[in-house]
């Protein structure tokens, strides 16, 4: 079995790990019925499959010829390519749409793709959903319903898509979009998770540094309280008491610290936690703007490939609202589906609604008067994802000097105050 490692949506450049290629003996039934049985050499059993249905051949055995079986068991890689896991990640369903595409561009029947995919996926997670899949499809459902109906973890537009194409006979067209517009959401939110991890290290590192100050450094002047004649300024006598206090009870520090990281990475998988943290995050002044632009791309982006592949105007809106996370986007883009059913224009419910800039509205409006409305959102999508970029950037560029300086003003502070507690001594020296 060859496993692929997938550069890109549309990419040519599927490598093969191995391409040692092996004979399979198969049989298999022609458009008539017939059955026929034979060998093919090829990398894999998928690759075979795929090469039979493109001479009309509906596969229903296929194995590896005598002295193939072990060869091909020592060339398998040692390491999955996306694991073996109970969960099915999100460049795994990439990888599955981009696949798909590529063998229905291929001229290969739906069921035999759909089946190849799941040969070549083995045991893992996909593979058993693959195979539930074209089980449903083989039973004469739509590949929207079946995939719909088994653990793949799809967003809701993916069938849509499917649906889409399904309807208008480009499914292979349709597939191809999933598999993009996964991939850029992927990126995009991957970009500002790694653009927020260096400022999080730093402003972890600080608090630790601070905590290690407290507890092991500022106890060691703790003695200067004692004496009744070291004159103390109040600060001092706040960090020195603190110090105290913090050595004293150090298993309640680590408890309380256990407690906030447990927390945290709670609040950062609760579904609850994160609408209130995006919530607040839309409401803040400095963060406000990249809220605003995130959501619009994510809306513009989402509208932009259903209209490019057929789906309804009302069901494109409805799934592109499905995207907004914002309490008050999400009214509004609940409001332009309103208007839109019952009878305004897009551009017109938009700018009715103050969801999209001045500039963005003109935008809708030529292209719906046009008839590319879908190339008119598409160019407003990379429009606010280029906003967005620059936002976190400038944010980030103010966000690291800030946090830098105030640990430095907290740890200053601390020590500071530790040197104003020595220099006391002197009215005890004197």
Same mark, same amino acid.
């Given at each position: 079995m060859v496993l692929r490692v997938l550069h890109g949506p549309g990419s040519a450049d599927r490598l093969p790990l191995m391409t040692t290629s092996a004979r399979f003996n198969y049989r298999a039934a022609d458009a008539e019925g017939r059955q026929r049985a034979g060998s093919v050499d090829s990398?894999? &059993?998928?690759?075979?499959?795929?090469?039979?249905? $493109?001479?009309?051949?509906?596969?229903?055995? +296929?194995?590896?010829s005598a002295g193939q079986a072990q060869s091909i068991v020592a060339e398998e890689p040692t390491f999955p390519i996306f694991g073996v896991g109970s969960k099915i990640t999100v460049l795994q369903r990439?990888?599955?749409?981009? &696949?798909?595409? @590529?063998?229905?561009?291929?001229?290969?029947?739906?069921? &035999?793709?759909?089946?190849?995919?799941?040969?070549?996926?083995?045991?893992?997670? $996909?593979?058993?959903?693959?195979?539930? =899949?074209?089980? @449903?499809?083989?039973?004469?459902?739509?590949?929207?319903i079946a995939l719909a109906a088994e653990g793949l973890g799809l967003p809701r537009y993916v069938i849509e898509l499917v649906r889409a194409g399904e309807s208008t006979?480009?499914?292979?067209?349709?597939?191809?979009?999933?598999?993009?517009?996964?991939?850029?959401?992927?990126?995009?939110?991957? &970009?500002?998770?790694?653009?927020?991890?260096?400022?999080? =290290?730093?402003?972890? !590192?600080g608090i630790l540094a601070m905590l290690v100050v407290f507890v092991f450094v500022v106890p060691k002047f703790a003695t200067i309280l004692d004496n009744p004649k070291a004159d103390l300024p109040i600060v001092s006598l706040w960090v020195l008491h603190g110090g105290v206090w913090l050595a004293s009870h150090l298993e309640w520090v680590a408890a309380a610290v256990a407690a906030m990281v447990g927390a945290a990475l709670w609040a950062s998988r609760n579904g609850q936690a994160r609408q209130w943290a995006w919530d607040l995050a839309a409401t803040l002044p400095w963060l406000r703007d990249w809220v605003t632009d995130a959501?619009?791309?994510?809306?513009?982006?989402?509208?932009?490939? $259903?209209?490019?592949?057929?789906?309804?105007?009302?069901?494109?809106?409805?799934?592109?609202?499905?995207?907004?996370?914002?309490?008050?986007?999400?009214?509004?883009?609940?409001?332009?589906?309103?208007? =839109?059913?019952?009878?305004?224009?897009?551009?017109?419910?938009?700018?009715?609604q103050g969801m999209l800039s !001045?500039?963005?509205?003109?935008?809708?409006?030529?292209?719906?008067?046009?008839?590319?409305?879908?190339?008119?959102? !598409?160019? $407003?999508?990379?429009?606010?994802?280029?906003?967005?970029?620059?936002? +976190?950037?400038?944010?980030?560029?103010?966000?690291?000097p800030v946090t830098i300086l105030l640990i430095s003003l907290v740890l200053g502070g601390i020590m500071i105050s530790v040197i104003l507690a020595v220099t006391s001594l002197t009215n005890v020296i004197g």
């Open positions: 990398d894999d &059993e998928s690759s075979a499959v795929a090469a039979l249905a $493109l001479q009309g051949l509906r596969v229903f055995e +296929i194995t590896p990439v990888w599955l749409f981009d &696949e798909l595409a @590529t063998l229905l561009e291929s001229g290969v029947v739906l069921a &035999e793709a759909v089946d190849g995919l799941r040969a070549g996926e083995g045991a893992t997670a $996909l593979g058993r959903a693959l195979g539930k =899949v074209n089980a @449903t499809l083989r039973a004469g459902t739509p590949l929207s006979g480009r499914l292979a067209g349709a597939a191809r979009a999933a598999a993009q517009q996964q991939l850029a959401d992927f990126e995009f939110g991957r &970009e500002v998770r790694n653009a927020l991890v260096y400022p999080a =290290v730093l402003l972890g !590192s959501e619009s791309y994510r809306w513009s982006a989402m509208l932009a490939l $259903l209209t490019q592949n057929r789906v309804n105007l009302l069901e494109a809106l409805a799934q592109a609202n499905s995207t907004l996370r914002g309490r008050n986007m999400a009214f509004k883009g609940q409001r332009v589906a309103d208007a =839109v059913r019952q009878g305004r224009s897009l551009a017109a419910a938009v700018s009715e !001045s500039a963005a509205n003109s935008l809708v409006r030529v292209g719906e008067r046009s008839g590319t409305l879908d190339r008119a959102l !598409s160019t $407003l999508a990379g429009r606010y994802r280029s906003a967005s970029q620059q936002r +976190i950037k400038r944010f980030l560029v103010l966000l690291e």
